[in-house]
């Protein structure tokens, strides 16, 4: 990846307390006094999505079993005559012959039929519906019914509901995401000063790949080693980073490691000082977990639109996604090859102008990072060097792909 990041000033990014986040901590609200007018005694549903990290509202992407999933109920807010606040709950039903479960929305949602937005727009705020975190039984493989059970006054009495009150989606099983994550540790030549990743910058990896890639989990594992380099960097720091973490691999599978475990060794910017682009050994056309790929990491401080903790994640996720195959989508234009004959979306994003993708963050309460949905024309794919970098579907189904050719060519024989 060759994107030049800001070197200057260093200042951590202040993380948004949980509580202070309803899609975190969701608290009991009373009614609203602002919101005045005659109480409704019915409601309207547009649209139900099933969603993970990237979806239309047709449901076009695979849903991932066993993955972090959500579901928005879109209320039409033309049905009702004045703002009112909502409430509500779902029943879901999978096709395993277990019982429904009852799931309460994370928060509740003001609507207003002076404020009409379209549901394009409705879709880019995730506070403008009706939001259910599905528990982990819902997900599993096979087929789900959600139903809109009810939906009430928050504070009041329940509403008849009508329009769009039930929808089904099919869940797909898919291996794990295996990685084994080496922070490379290395000495300053000019300072004496060693340098290596905090673990700040793994936990942020890891948890973006959760979030983001087309797994139902990751199978995590990390250490630091020292480096067979020292700063200061040039052009060959990165091959020699690959070379040491391809020869570490290489030891571990031949002393039981699993091979369908990827490898990505993370170095350290030293503050903006010894900033060191990533690279993949290469971009296989074929099943090849053997490929190694090395990323830098540090805190962003506005690089590519970032201004949390680490880039590690959106930036170790790029060249994890070359191990895989993944090409660059030549965006922006001059600054990045045009590799992928294939991708499909203008100027790198989510999506055409159409919005007909969405990307959808369900956040880390750990990391302080919230549920989001991400505009598909605002953000980028993470295979771009362009800014606010999510997955769109055409990575997101590739990864699926090769992760399921990958588990099928080199999995452990049974005993």
């Known amino acids: 990846m060759t ?20 899609y975190v901590a969701p608290s009991r609200r ?47 807010q033309l049905t009702l005559a004045s703002g009112v606040r909502l409430a509500g709950e779902i029943k879901v039903r999978n096709s395993t012959g277990a019982p429904a479960t009852y799931v309460a929305a994370l928060a509740d949602v003001t609507v ?30 096979g087929k789900l019914l959600v139903e809109v059970n009810r939906i009430w006054l928050a504070g009041g009495s329940d509403l008849t509901v009508t329009g769009t009150k039930e929808a089904s989606a099919t869940f797909v099983s898919a291996p794990p995401l295996r990685l084994r994550c080496i922070g490379l540790r290395y000495r300053d030549n000019a300072t004496g000063q060693a340098h290596a990743p ?18 139902p989990s990751v199978e995590w594992s990390q250490i630091v080693v020292d480096a067979n380099f020292i700063a200061p960097f040039n052009d060959q720091t990165v091959l020699k980073a690959n070379a040491q973490i391809a020869a570490i691999r290489s030891s571990e ?19 903006g000082k010894n900033f060191m682009r990533g690279r993949a050994m290469g971009i296989p056309a074929a099943a090849a977990p053997d490929t190694v790929a090395s990323s830098p990491c540090g805190v962003p401080n506005g690089f590519a639109g970032d201004n949390d903790l680490s880039y590690s994640d959106w930036y170790g996720a790029h060249e994890l996604g ?3 195959g993944r090409y660059h989508p030549g965006f922006p234009r001059g600054a990045q090859d045009a590799s992928d004959k294939d991708f499909p979306y203008q100027n790198g994003q989510l999506s055409n102008d159409d919005q007909k993708f969405v990307g959808y963050d369900l956040g880390d309460s750990t990391l302080g990072i919230p549920l989001q949905a991400l505009s598909g024309t605002h953000h980028h794919d993470l295979m771009t060097y362009a800014e606010r970098q999510w997955i769109c579907a055409h990575t997101f189904e590739a990864i699926r792909s090769r992760l399921i050719e990958e588990d099928e ?6 005993a």
Do not use: W
Request: overall charge positive; hydrophobic content about 40%.
């Open 322 to 324: 070359h191990t895989f």
């Open 30 to 76: 009373r009614l609203d006094p602002k919101l005045t007018g005659p109480a409704p005694s019915q409601v309207a549903i547009q649209a139900i999505e099933v969603c993970q990290a990237i979806q239309s509202i047709d449901g076009s992407v695979t849903l991932v079993a066993d993955k972090a999933t959500l579901v928005r109920v879109y209320i039409d």
């Open 409 to 414: 060519q080199f999995a452990l024989p049974i």
């Open 112 to 141: 207003d039929p002076k404020a009409t937005p379209t549901r394009l727009e409705q879709r880019n705020l995730i506070q403008s519906s009706l939001n259910f975190r599905l528990p982990s039984d819902a997900t599993k493989t």
């Open 3 to 22: 994107s030049k990041r800001n070197k200057s000033g260093m200042a951590r990014a202040q993380i948004q307390p949980p509580e202070s986040n309803p």
């Open 198 to 215: 905090d673990a700040v910058h793994f936990a942020y990896l890891r948890s973006f790949l959760e979030r983001a890639y087309p797994v």
């Open 253 to 271: 599978v031949n002393n039981g490691m699993d091979p369908r475990t990827h490898y990505l060794a993370l170095v350290d910017d030293a503050r």
